[in-house]
C-alpha cells in the first residue's frame, strides 16, 4: 500500500509527499504553543495501530475553525427538525434567527398537520432583561406561544448570555408545564459550552430522553419496527431509508431527528431495535435505551450502495425471520439492478480521482463509501466536532480522558424501568447473532477503513485546507458553506456535505445514483477550464511538484505606520 | 435608556413580548461585514465560537465568498473568569497565520454581559506583545441585545474613524459613508465618482472583498476594501457623504469628523429613486462645481422614460416593504414616485421618528401608508391580511409572507439566501432604480400572465 499521498503535477508527472511532510507545511505558521496542539490532530493513518487522534479538544482561539457552538448542536442539529413542537429560543435575537430554517432538515407534513419549523420564536432580550434578569419575558413569551398555537409541546433553548444571568430556565418551564398542561422542558445549551456543538448534541439526547421518549407505551402494530437514530434527513435522505425499508417490511417508527413528530419519539421505546447513522450525535440516546428499555443497538450506514445493502442485510437478519431475509435480498437487488449500470459508468470517468472530506461527526466516514463505489480515492478526512471514537472506534471509551469541558454536560443515571423494560434478545439469542460476525453496540471508527498514509485532520482550519490544496491539489472536496468558496475560489469543486448544495437525497440506492452523477458532473463540468489556479501560473509550483513554498507577493506602497508585523513564531500566548 | 418618547411609543404599540420571525439580525454581524470592507482587515469576534461561525455562515449564503472571521473561542471558565487569555492567544495566532494589516474586534452577547474590559486587554496585548509591529486593532462594543446589525455597522464605521483619522493638509477627496449597501451598490458609487471626477474614499468598500474573482494566486486575505491609509486621510477631506436618514443626530462616523475635525458633513438618505438620487447629485455637483455628467443625465433620463413605459402595469399597486429602517425609507421614496402604493412600510429595528424621515424623504406617501418599525414578520403578516399587498418587497426573509399571499418578492437588501447574486443587487443611484423598477414591473406582470386561465403573451 502506498504510504504517501499522491499528486501530479501539471505536466502529468506523478510524485508524491508523506502526510508527515504536508503536516510539517500546515504548522510552519503557527506560533510554537499552537503547533503542538494542532500537531495532535493532524496525523497520519495506520488501521492497523490506530494513532491518537486529540479529538473534541478545545479550539485555540484565532484558528479559523469551523466547528459551531452548544446552542447550534442542541437547537438547530437533533431537536429542531421535530416539527410539531414549538422551539423558543430565549436570549438576544441572533442565535434564534441563524437557526432560524438554516440546516435542511426537510419535513412533509401530512395535509392539514402541525408544522412550526418555519417559525422562529425568540424572546430577543434586550439590555433591561440582561440586567433585571429575562425570566418574566420568558414566561410570558411561552404563555403568548400556547396563547396562539397551543403546540403539543413547547422547548426552550437558553443562549449565552442566559448562562450568565442565571435565568432560571428549567423552573420557568416546571411552572408553565403545570399551568398550560402541555409538555414544556428547557435545555441549558449556552454556546459557551463543551468545545464544539457536539456539546449540545450530548444535551440534547438528555433532554429528548427525559422529556419525551417513553411518553406514549402504545404497542406498534407492525412486526418489525425500528428507530433510526442519528437520520436529520437532510435533503430528503431520511425517506429513502424509510422507503427502502417499508419496500422490505420493516417499519422505522421515529427517526431521530428527521422528518419526525412529537407522537413519533414518545412512542420510539416501543420498536424491537435501534440503529444508528450518526455516532457521534446519538449514540447517548442508543446508550440510554437500551439501559432502560432493552433495546439493543448496531451502527448502520446508507451512505453507499454496498454500504446500504449490507445495513439492510444486517437489520433483517437481527430480526431473524426468513421471508423478512428473501424479501430483502429481493430488493437490494432489484435496487442494485437499476444501480449497477450507472454506477459503471461514472466509475469510468472518475476512477482513480482524489477526494478530500472535512465534515460532522460521522459524514466523513460514511461518505467514503460512495466514493469508494465510484472508484475514488480518499487521500484525507476529518471531522469537525467528533470525538476519538468516531476516529479509533468504541474500544478507546474505557480509557477516555474525561475533561472539564466533557464534565460540564450532564451524564444521565439511568436504569432499567421497572416495568417496561424488555430484553428484545435474550443473551443466547445475542451470543449466536454475534457468532455470526453481530456487533452490537459497536463503532469501529473512521479510520480503520481509511488506508495507511491518508491524512487525518481533525478541525481543520482555513488555513490548513489552503495549505492542503496547495501541496496535494485534491480533485474534489467535500466541506461545508464556510470553506466551500474558498476551496472554489482555488479551482477546485466542493460538495458541501451539511447542506448538500441545495441537492439530495444521497442515501440509500437511489441517492447514491443521485450522488454519483453528481459527483461526474461536478468533477466535469467546463467551468473549471476558465479557472487558471495557482499552481498552473505559478512557474515554481509547476517545476517543483515537492513543496513549493509561496513567496509574499510585492506589497503596494503604504504610509510606514502600517506596515504588517512580520510573521512570527512566538506572538503572544 | 428610554427616553419619555420611546416610552410613550411602547405604549401605543401592542407588540408580542417574544419576537417571530425577526425582520433585524444581530449587532456584531454588522461589525464583522463593515470590518470585512478594510483592506487587509480580519474580523475577530470577542465570545463563543457560535457567534463567529453562525455569522459566517450567513454572511457566506447571501455573498457567496469566502469570509473569515476569527475568534477568542469562549468557554464555560473564560465566561466565569474572563476571556482576556483566550483573546490575546487569538489576536497572536491571527496575526501569525495571516499577516492582516490590521484586526477588527466586536464583542458579543457573552463578553458583553459579563463585562470584558477590552480595551485594557488590548493595552496588556500591546504591552507584552512579543511582534514588533503588530497590527493596528480596532474594537467596537456591539452586544446583540443592544441594537441590530445595522447599529453593529454603524458604529464599527464609526469606531474605524475615530481609531484611525488624523488632521492634515485639506485634500480634494471626499469621504462617503454609504451604509449596509450591497457590492454592486458600491461599485456603482465609485463609478459615479469617477464620473464627476471626484476622488472619493468609501468605507466600507467591501466591493471586492465580498465579489471577488476566482485566484490565480494563493490569497490569505482577499484583495480590496478601503486601504487604511485612506482611512488616516478622512481627517482632512473637504466633506463626507453620510447615507441614512436615520443617524440624524446619532454619533455616527460622519458626525465624529464634523465634530473632530470639522469635516462638513451632508448626511442624505440612501440615493434609491429619482428624488433621493437627485439630492446625492446635488452635493456631488455642488462639491466639484460641475453640471451632472452626461452619462449620469442620460441614466436619470432613461428612468423616467421607464416609469412613463411602466406605471400603467403598476399604478396603484400595493406594496409591502420591509428590511432595514434606511433601505425601506429608501424603497418607500422610490415606489412613491413609481404610482406603486406602499400600504406598510416595516423595520424590525428600533427607530425613533422614522415615519417622520419616511415622509420626509417620499412626501407623497398617502396618509394612510403605515410606517412602523420593531415589527417582526408575523406582525406584517398579520397585516398583511388587512391590508392585501400585489407585491412585497424585502429579504429572502419574506418569502413565507409573499407565498402565503400569493404574490411576488422583489428580493432586495439582506439576506438574499434562496437566489443567487444577492451581492450584485443594485438599488442605488438612477441605474438602481432602474433596474428596481424592471424587476417589480416584470414581477407583476408575470403574475398576472401565470395567473391568467388564457395566457395571453402579449401584456
Redesign the interface.
Known amino acids: 500500500m502506498p504510504t504517501d499521498i499522491e499528486m501530479k503535477n501539471p505536466d502529468g508527472i506523478a510524485s508524491s509527499i508523506p502526510a508527515e511532510k504536508i503536516k510539517e507545511e500546515m504548522l510552519k505558521?503557527?506560533?510554537a504553543k499552537?503547533a503542538k496542539k494542532r500537531g495532535k490532530q493532524i496525523l497520519s493513518n495506520d488501521p492497523d495501530t490506530l494513532p491518537e487522534v486529540g479529538a473534541n479538544s478545545?479550539?485555540?482561539?484565532?484558528?479559523?475553525?469551523?466547528?459551531?457552538?452548544?446552542?447550534?448542536g442542541c437547537r438547530g442539529v437533533v431537536i429542531g427538525p421535530i416539527h410539531d413542537i414549538l422551539h423558543?429560543t430565549h436570549?438576544?435575537?441572533?442565535?434564534?434567527?441563524?437557526?432560524?430554517m438554516?440546516r435542511r432538515n426537510l419535513v412533509r407534513p401530512e395535509p392539514g398537520a402541525t408544522n412550526y419549523l418555519?417559525?422562529?420564536?425568540?424572546?430577543?432580550?434586550?439590555?433591561e432583561?440582561?440586567v433585571f434578569g429575562g425570566e418574566k419575558?420568558l414566561k410570558?413569551?411561552i404563555q403568548?406561544?400556547y396563547d396562539i398555537f397551543k403546540p403539543k409541546a413547547i422547548t426552550i433553548y437558553a443562549?449565552?448570555?442566559v448562562?450568565?444571568?442565571g435565568d432560571d430556565v428549567h423552573a420557568v418551564a416546571r411552572e408553565m408545564k403545570e399551568t398550560l398542561g402541555i409538555n414544556v422542558f428547557a435545555f441549558s445549551c449556552?454556546?459557551?459550552?463543551?468545545?464544539?456543538?457536539s456539546a449540545g448534541h450530548h444535551i440534547a439526547n438528555n433532554g429528548v430522553f427525559k422529556h419525551m421518549v417513553g411518553l406514549d407505551n402504545t404497542p406498534s402494530e407492525h412486526p418489525f419496527t425500528i428507530n433510526m437514530l442519528g437520520e436529520y434527513n437532510i435533503g430528503g435522505d431520511a425517506w429513502e431509508i424509510d422507503a427502502v425499508l417499508k419496500n422490505c417490511g420493516i417499519h422505522v417508527t421515529a427517526t431521530l431527528s428527521g422528518d419526525v413528530k412529537y407522537d413519533d419519539i414518545c412512542r420510539a421505546h416501543n420498536s424491537a431495535l435501534n440503529v444508528v447513522m450518526c455516532h457521534r450525535s446519538i449514540n447517548y440516546m442508543a446508550e440510554m435505551m437500551e439501559k432502560k428499555f432493552g433495546i439493543p443497538w448496531f451502527k448502520v450506514n446508507f451512505i453507499g450502495a454496498d454500504a446500504t445493502a449490507k445495513s439492510m442485510r444486517k437489520i433483517a437478519k437481527y430480526f431473524e425471520n426468513p421471508a423478512l431475509i428473501a424479501r430483502t435480498e429481493e430488493v437490494i437487488a432489484m435496487e442494485m439492478a437499476k444501480l449497477r449500470p450507472i454506477r459503471d459508468a461514472v466509475k469510468a470517468r472518475c476512477q482513480g480521482k482524489k477526494v478530500a472530506l472535512f465534515v460532522g461527526g460521522s459524514r466523513a466516514h460514511h461518505y467514503q463509501e460512495l466514493f469508494r463505489d465510484i472508484g475514488m480515492e480518499v487521500i484525507s478526512a476529518g471531522y469537525e466536532f467528533a470525538h476519538r471514537d468516531d476516529y479509533e472506534g468504541r474500544r478507546v471509551l474505557p480509557n477516555l480522558k474525561v475533561d472539564?469541558?466533557s464534565r460540564?454536560i450532564e451524564e444521565l443515571t439511568v436504569e432499567a424501568d421497572p416495568e417496561r423494560f424488555n430484553p428484545r434478545k435474550t443473551e443466547e439469542m445475542r451470543r449466536s447473532l454475534e457468532e455470526s460476525g453481530f456487533c452490537f453496540s459497536d463503532y469501529t471508527g473512521m479510520m480503520a477503513d481509511m488506508r495507511k498514509g491518508a491524512l487525518i485532520i481533525d478541525d481543520i482550519s482555513?488555513?490548513e485546507m489552503?495549505k492542503l490544496i496547495?501541496l496535494t491539489k485534491p480533485d474534489i472536496i467535500c466541506s461545508?458553506?464556510?470553506?466551500?468558496?474558498?476551496i472554489?475560489?482555488?479551482?477546485i469543486p466542493c460538495k458541501q456535505l451539511h447542506s448538500y448544495d441545495y441537492g439530495g437525497p444521497y442515501a440509500s440506492f437511489s441517492g447514491a445514483i443521485n450522488f454519483y452523477q453528481e459527483v461526474d458532473r461536478m468533477l466535469h463540468t467546463k467551468i473549471w477550464k476558465?479557472?487558471?489556479?495557482?499552481w498552473q501560473?505559478?512557474p515554481r509550483l509547476k517545476a517543483r511538484p515537492t513543496i513549493a513554498q509561496?513567496e509574499k507577493?510585492p506589497k503596494?506602497e503604504?504610509?510606514q505606520s502600517?506596515?504588517?508585523?512580520?510573521?512570527?513564531?512566538?506572538?503572544?500566548? | 435608556m428610554n427616553t419619555v418618547l420611546e416610552q410613550e411609543e411602547e405604549k401605543e404599540m401592542k407588540h408580542?413580548?417574544?419576537?417571530?420571525?425577526?425582520c433585524?439580525?444581530?449587532?456584531?454581524?454588522g461589525a464583522c461585514l463593515a470590518f470585512r470592507g478594510v483592506e487587509?482587515c480580519i474580523p475577530?469576534l470577542h465570545?463563543?465560537?457560535?457567534?463567529a461561525?453562525?455569522?459566517?455562515?450567513?454572511l457566506?449564503?447571501h455573498f457567496?465568498?469566502?469570509?473569515?472571521v476569527?475568534?477568542?473561542?469562549?468557554?464555560?471558565?473564560?465566561?466565569i473568569f474572563g476571556g482576556g487569555k483566550?483573546?490575546?492567544?487569538?489576536?497572536?495566532?491571527?496575526?501569525?497565520?495571516?499577516?492582516?494589516?490590521?484586526i477588527g474586534l466586536a464583542t458579543?452577547?457573552?463578553a458583553e454581559?459579563?463585562g470584558e474590559n477590552v480595551p485594557l486587554i488590548l493595552k496588556e496585548?500591546r504591552d507584552?506583545?512579543?511582534?514588533?509591529?503588530?497590527?493596528?486593532i480596532v474594537s467596537v462594543s456591539t452586544?446583540?441585545?443592544?441594537g441590530?446589525h445595522m447599529d453593529g455597522f454603524h458604529e464599527t464605521v464609526r469606531a474605524l474613524v475615530g481609531h484611525f483619522a488624523e488632521s492634515g493638509r485639506r485634500q480634494e477627496r471626499v469621504a462617503i459613508f454609504p451604509g449596509m449597501v450591497s457590492a454592486e451598490d458600491l461599485r456603482h458609487l465609485k463609478e459615479i465618482c469617477r464620473e464627476f471626477g471626484l476622488p472619493a474614499t468609501l468605507l466600507p468598500d467591501y466591493s471586492e472583498t465580498m465579489d471577488?474573482e476566482?485566484?490565480?494566486?494563493?490569497?490569505k486575505m482577499p484583495s480590496g476594501g478601503t486601504?487604511?491609509?485612506e482611512i488616516?486621510g478622512l481627517g482632512s477631506v473637504r466633506m463626507s457623504i453620510e447615507f441614512g436618514r436615520s443617524l440624524v443626530g446619532r454619533d455616527s462616523a460622519g458626525a465624529f469628523l464634523e465634530k473632530q475635525f470639522q469635516v462638513p458633513r451632508r448626511l442624505l438618505g440612501l440615493p434609491i429613486g429619482i428624488r433621493e438620487t437627485d439630492r446625492f447629485m446635488e452635493v456631488l455637483e455642488t462639491a466639484t462645481g460641475r453640471c451632472k455628467p452626461a452619462a449620469l443625465r442620460q441614466q436619470r433620463g432613461r428612468l423616467v422614460d421607464a416609469l412613463i413605459d411602466g406605471h400603467k402595469y403598476v399604478f396603484g399597486k400595493r406594496a409591502i416593504v420591509c428590511g432595514d429602517a434606511d433601505l425601506a425609507t429608501g424603497l418607500a421614496a422610490f415606489l412613491s414616485e413609481t404610482g406603486i402604493f406602499p400600504v406598510l412600510c416595516a423595520t424590525g429595528e428600533r427607530r425613533v421618528g422614522w415615519e417622520k424621515q419616511v415622509r420626509e424623504a417620499a412626501p407623497d406617501l398617502p396618509p394612510e401608508s403605515q410606517v412602523c418599525d420593531r415589527l417582526d414578520f408575523?406582525e406584517i403578516e398579520e397585516r398583511a391580511e388587512e391590508l392585501k399587498p400585489d407585491i412585497v418587497i424585502g429579504s429572502s426573509k419574506g418569502y413565507?409572507l409573499a407565498r402565503k399571499m400569493g404574490v411576488p418578492l422583489i428580493r432586495v437588501g439582506f439576506p438574499i439566501h434562496d437566489r443567487i447574486g444577492g451581492q450584485r443587487v443594485l438599488h442605488l443611484g438612477y441605474a438602481g432604480a432602474q433596474q428596481l423598477y424592471d424587476r417589480t414591473v416584470n414581477a407583476l406582470m408575470e403574475k398576472k400572465q401565470t395567473d391568467s386561465t388564457v395566457g395571453y403573451s402579449y401584456l
Open positions: 505558521a503557527y506560533p499552537t478545545r479550539t485555540v482561539p484565532g484558528i479559523m475553525t469551523q466547528r459551531g457552538c452548544t446552542y447550534a423558543i436570549g438576544p435575537i441572533g442565535c434564534g434567527y441563524y437557526s432560524w438554516t418555519q417559525y422562529c420564536m425568540s424572546t430577543d432580550m434586550t439590555e432583561q440582561i419575558k410570558q413569551a403568548e406561544a443562549t449565552c448570555p448562562g450568565l444571568i449556552e454556546g459557551y459550552k463543551g468545545v464544539s456543538q472539564a469541558d460540564n482555513h488555513h489552503e496547495e461545508g458553506i464556510k470553506d466551500k468558496f474558498i472554489e475560489k482555488m479551482g476558465f479557472v487558471v489556479p495557482p501560473k505559478d509561496k507577493a503596494k503604504e504610509p502600517f506596515k504588517r508585523p512580520a510573521a512570527s513564531g512566538q506572538a503572544g500566548e | 408580542c413580548t417574544a419576537t417571530r420571525n425577526a433585524k439580525l444581530c449587532t456584531p454581524l487587509g475577530f465570545g463563543s465560537q457560535g457567534c461561525t453562525y455569522i459566517r455562515r450567513y457566506i449564503s457567496r465568498e469566502p469570509m473569515d476569527a475568534s477568542s473561542n469562549f468557554h464555560e471558565e473564560s465566561a483566550n483573546l490575546k492567544a487569538g489576536l497572536a495566532n491571527v496575526s501569525a497565520q495571516y499577516e492582516p494589516e490590521m458579543t452577547c457573552l454581559t459579563i496585548y507584552n506583545c512579543a511582534v514588533e509591529d503588530a497590527p493596528p452586544p446583540s441585545y443592544r441590530t471577488g476566482t485566484w490565480d494566486s494563493y490569497q486601504p487604511i491609509h488616516v408575523a413565507r
